[in-house]
């Protein structure tokens, strides 16, 4: 299973991004997608996360302003990025908690994207 971010880039402070996540493999499904950020010197931190049962969660610091969605058909998610700030600049990862076949059953295993970045300028 992979797991490919894309929709990284520059952006001027009041402006939208829209990131995908987009999971490839051997996959029975998946039960959360979530996005994350590590901006430089920082931990990583949670921005948003949705699970299959459609309920979301965001980081204070962007509620209201960002929105994720998935498309279960596609194995895809995304991350609407509205009003961005120069404190949004980080690089962004996608997460996601996959089941897959194991062993004649299934288990459920954790995997991340590579990095997109983020950056808002002022």
């Known amino acids: 299973v992979q797991l490919q971010a894309s929709g990284g880039g520059l952006v001027q402070a009041g402006g939208s991004l829209r990131l995908s996540c987009a999971a490839s493999?051997?996959?029975?499904?998946?039960?959360?997608w979530g996005w994350y950020r590590q901006a430089p010197g920082k931990q990583r931190e949670l921005v948003a996360d949705?699970?299959?049962?459609?309920?979301?969660n965001y980081a204070d610091s962007v509620k209201g302003r960002f929105t994720i969605s998935r498309d279960n058909a596609k194995n895809t998610a995304h991350l609407q990025m509205n009003s961005l700030k120069p404190e949004d600049t980080a690089v962004y990862y996608c997460?996601?908690?996959?089941?897959?076949?194991?062993?004649?059953?299934?288990?459920?295993?954790?995997?991340w994207g590579q990095g997109t970045l983020v950056t808002v300028s002022s």
């Open positions: 493999g051997s996959i029975l499904s998946i039960k959360v």
């Open positions: 997460n996601a908690g996959i089941i897959v076949t194991w062993m004649g059953g299934s288990v459920e295993y954790d995997y």
């Open positions: 949705t699970t299959s049962g459609g309920s979301t």
